[in-house]
């Protein structure tokens, strides 16, 4: 099935950096979703990007819709030990259809 | 409180013993998935259902079944396990295919 390519794989950094991962796709989206998963849960959606070049932040997360509709990036600042887990960035391929997954990008932080 | 729940959260079986794992939400969605996630391969999609009594086949759904008889349950039945499907399993609902909710997971060994 469809692809979306997320890099890093896994990130190890220190308590305070910030952090970039990105999510790419050689389909357009119309929407990216980017997921948390905490261990031992189930992934919860932390932003939800609808239109081009859109920059939406929720507290130390910001994520930004690519101009091309083919990509997608999440920054966290100042990262915090509980940023630790998988991100995963998902959307469907169109209109109503089922959610494409990237394989996830797993963080730890060091304190 | 609006949430997915699955049960059982932990099963160990032994091949072939037929099982069933259950999914409800309370959120009045259509849509609902099931999911496996494996070390290394993020989330893959087995089935999905848009509404009732409509289902369809994800990317793996070979040795699942489904069923979607009312709006709010969706099983995930293994017919005859086997030692390959040793996962961690999500269900998911949502109202339009997008921002979905994830249940807690199930961990299923299959010996």
């Known amino acids: 099935g469809q692809q979306l390519n997320q890099s890093p794989q896994s990130m190890f950094i220190q308590e305070g950096e910030d952090v970039s991962m990105n999510c790419t796709s050689s389909?357009?989206?119309?929407?990216w979703l980017w997921y948390k998963q905490d261990p031992g849960e189930g992934p919860v959606l932390l932003i939800a990007?609808?239109?081009?070049?859109e920059l939406t932040s929720n507290g130390r997360l910001t994520a930004q819709f690519g101009i091309t509709r083919k990509d997608s990036f999440l920054n966290i600042s100042a990262s915090i030990p509980s940023d630790v887990g998988i991100y995963f960035c998902?959307?469907?391929?169109?209109?109503?259809?089922?959610?494409?997954f990237g394989k996830g990008t797993r963080l730890s932080v060091i304190a | 409180e609006a949430q997915v729940t699955q049960n059982p959260r932990y099963l160990i079986t032994v091949t072939g013993k037929k099982l069933t794992v259950t999914c409800s939400q309370n959120?009045?969605?259509?849509?609902m998935s099931w999911y496996r996630q494996d070390p290394g391969l993020g989330l893959r999609q087995i089935y999905y259902s848009m509404n009732v009594e409509v289902t369809d086949k994800g990317d793996v759904p070979e040795g699942y079944k489904v069923s979607r008889k009312e709006k709010r349950n969706f099983p995930l039945i293994l017919e005859s396990p086997s030692p390959n499907q040793t996962s961690l399993y999500f269900c998911a609902s949502s109202s339009l295919g997008h921002e979905q909710f994830f249940g807690p997971g199930t961990r299923l060994t299959v010996l």
């Open positions: 389909s357009i989206f119309n929407t």
């Open positions: 959120m009045n969605h259509e849509y």
């Open positions: 998902a959307g469907p391929l169109w209109g109503n259809t089922p959610l494409v």
């Open positions: 990007l609808y239109k081009a070049g």
